[in-house]
């Protein structure tokens, strides 16, 4: 949505929390500027090493050595991981990421990716596609790179069409507090809408700035994030068309055009 000078922009007045950081915190905190709101940027959730990481070390060596025929790559931060341990995915095995923001990392990260679900950019999208994407060949010996709270919809549904799938944590999630001043405005409605990207960032708002307020938007930024928040009590009003911080962005724009 372009706005021309002499329009006020859609999200003027809006103060909408932010719950990442580093690169992608940024960048979303400029397009909501671009927009006119005032975004706060307060990273709820950090990412740690496996507590296992004698067992992550003997899989990337094993991929190393061409040992699996797939792996499957589920988030940017598993690929973080990959790159800090200078992990080599040989010409034999194939890649699969499950979206276009981790499709994106991997090839940052000079990674091929060979496949990728276009529309639902999730677990349960990457199993769609698989059967036509491995041209139907069982048992494929598949290494899946997690983190430790991820639900294992991906591992189960490739071990359920009888795919031999080793699954190893890759990195933890923590909870990052916020500040004393972002809980007591959020508590007294003082910001407009709280953006939802995870599960794990559904669990944090919850815990740190639940009950929130009837009156601040929760916008998720997919359905099975909303789902997850929906799970352990968080109230949603918006879910993105699409798994993209635009995409969000653009839902918070709809419904300030309607207020």
């Given at each position: 949505?372009?706005t021309?000078?002499?329009?006020?922009k859609?999200?003027?007045?809006?103060?909408v929390?932010?719950?990442?950081?580093g690169?992608?915190?940024?960048q979303v905190?400029?397009?909501l500027?671009?927009?006119?709101a005032?975004?706060?940027v307060?990273p709820?959730?950090?990412?740690a090493?496996?507590d296992?990481?004698?067992a992550l070390?003997?899989?990337?060596?094993?991929?190393?050595?061409?040992e699996?025929d797939?792996?499957t790559?589920t988030?940017?931060t598993?690929?973080d991981?990959l790159s800090?341990h200078?992990?080599?995915i040989?010409?034999?095995t194939?890649?699969a990421?499950?979206?276009e923001?981790t499709a994106?990392?991997l090839?940052?990260?000079?990674?091929s990716?060979?496949?990728?679900p276009s529309e639902d950019n999730?677990?349960?999208g990457l199993?769609?596609?698989w059967?036509?994407?491995?041209?139907?060949?069982?048992?494929?010996?598949?290494?899946?790179?997690r983190s430790?709270?991820?639900?294992?919809?991906?591992?189960?549904g490739?071990r359920?069409?009888?795919?031999?799938?080793?699954s190893?944590?890759?990195?933890r999630?923590?909870?990052v507090?916020v500040?004393?001043?972002v809980?007591?405005?959020v508590a007294?409605g003082?910001?407009?809408?709280?953006?939802v990207?995870?599960?794990s960032?559904?669990q944090?708002?919850?815990?740190?700035?639940?009950p929130?307020?009837?009156?601040?938007l929760?916008a998720?930024?997919g359905p099975q994030?909303?789902?997850?928040?929906?799970?352990?009590?968080l109230?949603?009003?918006?879910?993105?068309?699409?798994?993209?911080a635009?995409?969000l962005?653009?839902?918070?724009v709809e419904?300030a055009?309607?207020?």
């Amino acid at each position: 949505m372009t706005t021309k000078p002499d329009q006020p922009k859609p999200l003027a007045g809006w103060r909408v929390l932010v719950p990442r950081g580093g690169p992608w915190g940024d960048q979303v905190a400029a397009n909501l500027r671009s927009k006119g709101a005032q975004p706060i940027v307060a990273p709820m959730i950090n990412f740690a090493p496996t507590d296992d990481a004698a067992a992550l070390e003997a899989a990337l060596e094993r991929l190393a050595a061409g040992e699996f025929d797939w792996i499957t790559v589920t988030s940017a931060t598993t690929v973080d991981v990959l790159s800090s341990h200078r992990a080599v995915i040989p010409a034999s095995t194939r890649v699969a990421a499950v979206g276009e923001t981790t499709a994106a990392a991997l090839t940052a990260a000079g990674y091929s990716v060979d496949i990728v679900p276009s529309e639902d950019n999730s677990a349960r999208g990457l199993l769609e596609i698989w059967e036509a994407a491995t041209n139907g060949v069982i048992p494929l010996k598949v290494l899946a790179l997690r983190s430790e709270i991820a639900k294992p919809l991906l591992t189960e549904g490739l071990r359920r069409i009888g795919h031999d799938v080793e699954s190893v944590v890759a990195y933890r999630t923590i909870g990052v507090p916020v500040s004393d001043k972002v809980a007591a405005d959020v508590a007294a409605g003082l910001v407009q809408a709280v953006l939802v990207t995870s599960g794990s960032v559904a669990q944090q708002v919850q815990e740190q700035l639940g009950p929130i307020p009837g009156g601040t938007l929760v916008a998720c930024i997919g359905p099975q994030t909303a789902k997850d928040a929906a799970a352990i009590g968080l109230d949603v009003d918006v879910i993105a068309a699409e798994r993209t911080a635009e995409s969000l962005i653009d839902a918070l724009v709809e419904v300030a055009a309607t207020r």
